[in-house]
């Protein structure tokens, strides 16, 4: 029987978390772990699903969904997934797992599929099963790289040479599960109390990542450092920042990074800092020894592709 499998990056916030959700722009750059998924048609109309890695099975359960009711498919099919990286530092395997889940069936069943459709299909997928999100780890496990991106879509921009290809982060894990929804939640809720502070945050994040943008392509590390700091502040701000991701940031800073923030919805998940190369060793011991998991992964890699 006819088998693909596909692969698809996972993702980096790495600045506008929050603020892209009110509409302003944010920065995603992809990691080079991967999650895989393979596909091939079985006998009947069943739909097997063998994901041991990936924490909610709906993700492919409505991505297999919305592609046969969108394409007309009643063929059996057994999905199973493999992840290149674990669920728990918040690199977005559900969104990886729906991309590579609808890319493998457009392939399976020789549909045509472009990137946008792939985009459309995967973000209705990911705000049925977790009603919030501004779509941006979608982009990141469809077009890959670093890319430029506005809530739902809006604008998805490559952002491309070889200073960027070469973004030199380092992440820092907080042993800390952090739970997206709930976090854009409770920032939704401190704008209801406070709307003019809050809408100046989104509008301060908004300025820096707008900022960020010249200096990153011409490598300005020190500038896109200290607008993360910056960034940061505005986090903490939103009360998504917590005690341990402030502890690792702190000595990433103190160790001699250009710059740190958290990344994604914040209050647990992983760090970033943008490290000058010489400094790399002693920032990650800094990490370790604030009591921080040093995750090294390669950044700016390729979007969702065909394996075999
Ligand atoms: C979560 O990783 C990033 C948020 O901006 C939510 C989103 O954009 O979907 C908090």
Redo the contacts with the bound molecule.
């Keep these: 029987m006819k088998q693909v499998t596909v692969s698809a990056p996972g993702k980096l ?1 790495f600045m ?6 009110y509409g302003e722009p ?1 920065i995603v750059t992809t990691v080079g772990d991967r999650l895989l998924v393979t596909a091939e048609i079985i006998a009947g109309e069943k739909l097997q699903v063998e994901a041991p890695q990936v924490k909610d099975t709906r993700f492919v359960d409505e991505a297999v969904k919305l592609f046969y009711a969108k394409k007309g498919m009643k063929n059996g099919v057994r999905l199973s997934t493999r992840s290149g990286f674990s669920g728990k530092y ?1 690199f ?1 395997s559900s969104s990886a797992v729906t991309v590579a889940t609808l890319k493998a069936l457009s392939l399976l069943f020789d549909v045509p599929t472009s990137d946008r459709d792939l985009f459309e299909m995967a973000y209705q997928v990911v705000l049925k099963v977790q009603q ?6 979608v982009a990141a496990a469809i077009y890959g790289g670093t890319l430029w991106f506005k ?1 739902g879509g809006e604008l998805i921009e490559p952002l491309e040479n070889s200073t960027v290809r070469e973004l030199p982060l380092t992440v820092g894990y907080t042993g800390v599960k952090s739970n ?1 929804a709930e ?2 939640k409770r ?1 939704a809720a401190l704008r209801e109390r406070y709307p003019a502070k809050v809408d100046r945050t989104m509008r301060a994040i908004r300025a820096l990542v707008t900022q960020t943008k010249p200096h990153l392509l011409r490598g300005n590390w020190q500038m896109v450092g200290s607008f993360m700091d910056q960034n940061q502040e505005h986090l903490r701000q939103l009360h ?1 920042s917590s005690t341990t991701l402030e502890r690792l940031i702190n000595a990433a800073k103190s160790a001699g990074a250009y710059g740190a923030k958290l ?4 209050s647990g998940d992983c760090m970033i800092a943008l490290v000058p190369s010489e400094r790399r060793e002693d920032i990650e011991i800094a990490i370790t020894q604030a009591g921080g998991e040093v995750v090294r992964v390669a950044t700016h890699t390729q979007g969702v592709r065909q394996e075999t």
């Design positions: 916030m506008g978390e929050h603020a892209v959700v944010c918040g977005g919030e999100g501004s779509g941006f780890d809530r997206s976090l854009v920032v998504v990344s994604g919805a914040g």
